[in-house]
Nanobody, 126 residues
């Protein structure tokens, strides 16, 4: 069955870096698109980055462009999010997701996917 497990979250100071990992089951990784989303208390869930797993084409939210990098290790069914120059506003629960729902696409970063991980907390202090 589909399984997505995030890891790598933690607490860092502004300007620091973290790398999040998402270990995916084979069926989850077979999705044409996988992505990273985040949700802060009182805010809507938003798309951070997504990638077409076959072509390796990435898409980023404007708020993280130039600071975050999404990548994958297809041999190990693992998705990564390298986060650098972190800001307090990056504080949120980060979720790995697979398989955009009908009407959603990898490039639009809409938080409408069929499968989700449990999330990993990222806290950035000033």
């Amino acid at each position: 069955q589909v399984q997505l497990v995030e890891s790598g979250g933690g607490s860092v100071q502004a300007g620091g870096s973290l790398r999040l990992s998402c270990a995916a089951s084979e069926d989850a990784y077979s999705s044409r698109c996988m992505g990273w989303f985040r949700q802060a208390p009182g805010k809507e869930r938003e798309g951070v980055a997504a990638i077409y797993t076959r072509s390796d084409i990435p898409y980023y939210a404007d708020s993280v462009k130039g600071r975050f990098t999404i990548s994958q290790d297809s041999a190990n069914n693992t998705l990564y999010l390298q986060m650098s120059l972190l800001k307090p506003e990056d504080t949120a629960m980060y979720y790995c997701a697979a398989d955009p729902a009908p009407g959603s696409y990898c490039y639009d970063l809409r938080p409408a996917y069929n499968y989700w991980g449990q999330g990993t907390q990222v806290t950035v202090s000033s």
